[in-house]
């Protein structure tokens, strides 16, 4: 039986179908936009590459407030497990939770450093790079 509180039922469900739309957003924009025969656009990219840096950071601290609302679990709530060890199963989730934040942390870095050097390029538009064309440098 749950025995939460409805406006913590609401604010859970709020955040599930929050991340199950954005989660079908991207499934769905990488689907329609991202074209394996076309060559991508370096400015296009980096700005891609700075969403994606936000993404990560709010994901990592999206893996930090739910560790630390399941660490609060069993002092709020009378939780059971089904091997009898309701701690243990609450201290491994608090574990995955702290390496999926690590992982997202590194996940921001890599994608710190893809922008940083995307943001190096410039796009010049016409047949020879080197020659007269309109040049977009990265955002």
């Given at each position: 039986?749950?025995r939460?509180?409805?406006?913590?039922?609401?604010?859970?469900?709020?955040?599930a179908?929050?991340?199950?739309?954005?989660?079908?957003a991207?499934?769905?924009?990488i689907?329609?936009?991202?074209?394996?025969?076309?060559?991508?656009?370096p400015?296009?990219?980096s700005?891609e590459?700075?969403q994606?840096?936000?993404?990560?950071?709010?994901?990592?601290?999206?893996?930090?407030?739910?560790a630390?609302?399941?660490?609060?679990?069993?002092?709020?709530?009378?939780?059971?497990?089904?091997?009898?060890a309701p701690?243990?199963?609450?201290?491994?989730?608090?574990?995955?939770?702290a390496?999926?934040?690590?992982?997202?942390?590194?996940?921001?870095?890599?994608?710190?450093?893809?922008?940083?050097?995307?943001?190096?390029?410039e796009?010049?538009?016409?047949?020879d790079p080197s020659?007269p064309?309109t040049?977009?440098?990265?955002?």
């Amino acid at each position: 039986m749950n025995r939460s509180h409805p406006r913590t039922r609401t604010r859970a469900g709020v955040l599930a179908t929050a991340l199950a739309d954005a989660t079908r957003a991207a499934e769905r924009s990488i689907r329609a936009h991202l074209d394996p025969e076309r060559t991508p656009d370096p400015v296009v990219m980096s700005r891609e590459s700075w969403q994606m840096i936000h993404l990560f950071g709010t994901l990592g601290d999206l893996a930090a407030a739910l560790a630390s609302r399941i660490g609060a679990g069993p002092h709020r709530y009378s939780v059971l497990a089904d091997d009898g060890a309701p701690a243990d199963q609450i201290a491994r989730a608090c574990r995955g939770l702290a390496e999926l934040r690590h992982a997202l942390e590194d996940a921001q870095r890599a994608a710190r450093d893809v922008y940083a050097a995307l943001s190096h390029l410039e796009v010049h538009r016409g047949a020879d790079p080197s020659g007269p064309g309109t040049s977009r440098k990265g955002a």
